[in-house]
């Protein structure tokens, strides 16, 4: 399975944008898809995680009632709607599928096929 990440770009505080995350190849619709985010210096940090469903979504408490994760399977695409930016939110960041079933989904660890980032700078 690949991934990649797309739509990142420049925002002023208070604006939106709307990432996506393309799959190809595999089984890629019946994994698990989470949104991490990366700033330099520091370890990638869990954004948001959607079951291969759809139904069942996680997020971190920093982006909870800004950021909404959805999939659409048919398109293979996982979408990360972020309304309501501030500079904190700027990182680049990185989609994955969800390998290791039984770890937690905020965990690193339990993913797999990183595709390459999209960076994220929010202005103030």
């Known amino acids: 399975v690949q991934l990649q990440a797309s739509g990142g770009g420049l925002v002023q505080a208070g604006g939106s944008l709307r990432l996506s995350c393309a799959a190809s190849?595999?089984?890629?619709?019946?994994?698990?898809i989470a949104w991490f985010r990366q700033t330099p210096g520091e370890e990638r940090e869990f954004v948001a995680h959607?079951?291969?469903?759809?139904?069942?979504?996680y997020y971190a408490d920093s982006v909870k009632g800004r950021f909404t994760i959805s999939r659409d399977n048919a398109k293979k695409t996982v979408s990360l709607q972020m309304n309501g930016l501030t500079p904190e939110d700027t990182a680049v960041y990185y989609c994955?599928?969800?390998?290791?079933?039984?770890?937690?989904?905020?965990?690193?660890?339990?993913?797999?096929?990183w595709g390459p980032g999209t960076l994220v700078t929010v202005s103030s």
């Open positions: 994955a599928a969800k390998l290791r079933l039984n770890l937690g989904v905020r965990r690193l660890d339990a993913y797999g096929y």
């Open positions: 190849g595999g089984t890629s619709s019946t994994y698990e």
């Open positions: 959607i079951n291969w469903t759809g139904d069942i979504t």
